[in-house]
């Protein structure tokens, strides 16, 4: 099955520099600065119709200054992932994926006590789930 990708790119305030002129851009002038870059993201996602056999990714400003990849060097490893693949990242912080056994480990060390907003989250996302996100600690590993 052929895969297309529709990549999107946040603009900050000041405009973005040419490397990006192969993603499609979103604009994020102050529409809802509280929400940060989610806000064009989720705009996106709840106005456009999505295609079934398309990826969609979307990236940070500073996209290129964090990873030094070009919009080719995307396409092309994109291009070159197996047909089960579904998911494809691409993060500057090797360390942070590595040192988490999951996002909600990673969430909780950064901003102690979201643990219950993420619980609640996913009750709405997947209703009637029983398990919240477990947050495994060092007291926990050595029981």
Same mark, same amino acid.
């Given at each position: 099955?052929?895969?297309?990708?529709?990549?999107?790119?946040?603009?900050?305030?000041?405009?973005?520099?040419?490397?990006?002129?192969d993603f499609i851009p979103l604009d994020n002038t102050? *529409?809802? #600065?509280?929400?940060?870059?989610?806000?064009?993201?989720?705009? /996106? %996602?709840? =106005?456009?119709? &999505?295609?079934? +056999?398309?990826?969609?990714?979307?990236?940070?400003?500073?996209?290129?200054?964090?990873?030094?990849?070009?919009?080719?060097?995307?396409?092309?490893?994109?291009? *070159?992932? #197996?047909?089960?693949?579904?998911?494809?990242?691409?993060?500057? /912080? %090797?360390? =942070?994926?590595? &040192?988490?056994? +999951?996002?909600?480990?990673?969430?909780?060390?950064?901003?102690p006590g979201i643990i219950n907003a993420?619980?609640?989250?996913?009750?709405?996302?997947?209703?009637?789930?029983?398990?919240?996100?477990?947050?495994?600690?060092?007291?926990?590993?050595?029981?």
């Amino acid at each position: 099955m052929r895969r297309f990708l529709s990549s999107r790119y946040i603009i900050p305030k000041r405009r973005a520099k040419g490397w990006i002129r192969d993603f499609i851009p979103l604009d994020n002038t102050g *529409q809802r #600065p509280d929400w940060r870059e989610y806000w064009p993201m989720r705009q /996106y %996602l709840t =106005q456009t119709p &999505l295609e079934e +056999n398309c990826w969609y990714g979307f990236l940070s400003p500073k996209f290129k200054e964090k990873t030094n990849l070009t919009s080719s060097d995307v396409y092309t490893y994109i291009s *070159q992932q #197996p047909g089960d693949v579904d998911v494809v990242t691409f993060s500057p /912080y %090797l360390d =942070q994926s590595a &040192l988490f056994l +999951n996002i909600f480990e990673q969430a909780h060390l950064h901003h102690p006590g979201i643990i219950n907003a993420l619980a609640m989250a996913c009750g709405k996302v997947a209703p009637g789930c029983t398990d919240p996100p477990t947050v495994g600690t060092r007291s926990d590993a050595n029981e």
